[in-house]
């Protein structure tokens, strides 16, 4: 009775956030990631393909988002994404802030959804950009560590007190597998704590 009481006061459940989240990946490409110099390249690899496989165990729509790429060709995604989603169409950004792209912008608000759960390199500028242009528009902002990578320790680190100080949450794969899953009788939970226990 008191747990029942406490969800009606307030507490949110994992339906909340399956329900409200969609998921940005930000220039996740050959010739950024290298870049990252807080994360190596496996591990976020790994965290990139834990949160792709959360995206797909709980019908989390995915956007992808790239910048052109050295050659000023297409970008070459990193494997991960497409390895558990499948073939990706990935937007193309020429601005640094998500949000200041029309098409980006537009199928982040077709979704409906008001929870941003963000990855990418690098954390300064792809990943802080929409953060905070995001939070100040009234969304939720989760900034999911282990999926991204910054330029270097001391710069990532000032990108993360800012975000902080703007209301973002920081947060990791099992943090946000946990949450997700909440309770070990749904369906989905096992796979999420699946996810849990390999990041």
Do not use: W
């Not at 902002?141 to 920081?170: K, P, Y």
């Amino acid at each position: 009775m008191q747990l029942k009481n406490m969800r009606n006061n307030g507490m949110k459940s994992n339906d909340d956030l399956s329900a409200s989240a969609l998921v940005l990946f930000a220039d996740l490409q050959d010739g950024i990631v290298e870049r990252a110099r807080t994360i190596d390249r496996a591990a976020l690899g790994r965290g990139v393909d834990a949160l792709a496989q959360l995206a797909k165990i709980f019908a989390l729509p995915v956007i992808v988002t790239t910048v052109p790429g050295q050659d000023g060709g297409p970008a070459r995604l990193i494997p991960e994404i497409e390895a558990v989603l499948g073939a990706v169409t990935p937007l193309q950004r020429f601005t640094t802030d998500s949000f200041d792209n029309d098409a980006i912008r537009a199928a982040i608000e077709a979704t409906g959804r008001r929870t941003l759960l963000i990855a990418g390199v690098s954390t300064e500028v792809a990943v802080q950009r929409p953060s905070l242009t995001a939070a100040r528009n009234g969304y939720t902002v989760h900034v999911v560590l282990d999926a991204c990578g910054g330029i270097s320790e001391r710069s990532e680190r000032a990108s993360l007190a800012r975000l902080t100080q703007a209301g973002v949450i920081l947060t990791s794969i099992p943090s946000l597998a946990g949450e997700l899953a909440a309770d070990f009788r749904q369906p989905n939970a096992q796979a999420a704590i699946g996810v849990l226990m390999g990041s």
